[in-house]
C-alpha cells in the first residue's frame, strides 16, 4: 500500500521556523519526486517546491526562495521541507505528493501527481 505521510506542521509565531517531513511507503522512492504542496483557504493548491530522486534537481516556488530548503533522504525514503522566516501568507495545509519524473526544474503540476499524503497544518501569527 502506498502511503505518504506528513508530519511536523503546526503553530508558529511569524518569523519562526517549521521542518516538515514526507515519509513514503510502498513505492520505489528513487524512481519518483516528490513535492511539495499547499493549500489556503479558499484558494488554489500551489506548488511549494520539488524534489528528484533521479537527478537531485530542486524546485522552488517564488514566493519562498530564500527561506525553504528541501531534501531528501533516501535511506529513510523521506523528504524534508525546512521553512524558515514563516510569514502569515505561508499559513496552509501542506501536502506532499510523489510522481514519476526525471527531473523536476520547471516545477510539478499537482494535477499530475501520482500520490498524495493526507497534509499537516501550517499556522503562521502574526
Known amino acids: 500500500e502506498v502511503q505518504l505521510v506528513e508530519s511536523g506542521g503546526g503553530l508558529v509565531q511569524a518569523g519562526g521556523s517549521l521542518r516538515l517531513s514526507c515519509a513514503a511507503s510502498g513505492f520505489t522512492f528513487d524512481d519518483y519526486a516528490i513535492g511539495w504542496f499547499r493549500q489556503a483557504p479558499g484558494k488554489e493548491r500551489e506548488g511549494v517546491s520539488c524534489i528528484s530522486s533521479s537527478d537531485g534537481s530542486t524546485y522552488y516556488a517564488d514566493s519562498v526562495k530564500g527561506r525553504f530548503t528541501i531534501s531528501s533522504d533516501n535511506a529513510k525514503n523521506t523528504v524534508y521541507l525546512q521553512m524558515n522566516s514563516l510569514k502569515p501568507e505561508d499559513t496552509a495545509v501542506y501536502y506532499c505528493?510523489?510522481?514519476?519524473?526525471?527531473?523536476?526544474?520547471?516545477?510539478?503540476?499537482?494535477?499530475?501527481?501520482?500520490?498524495w499524503g493526507k497534509g499537516t497544518l501550517v499556522t503562521v501569527s502574526s
Open positions: 505528493a510523489a510522481v514519476v519524473v526525471d527531473t523536476v526544474v520547471a516545477g510539478l503540476d499537482a494535477r499530475g501527481m501520482d500520490y
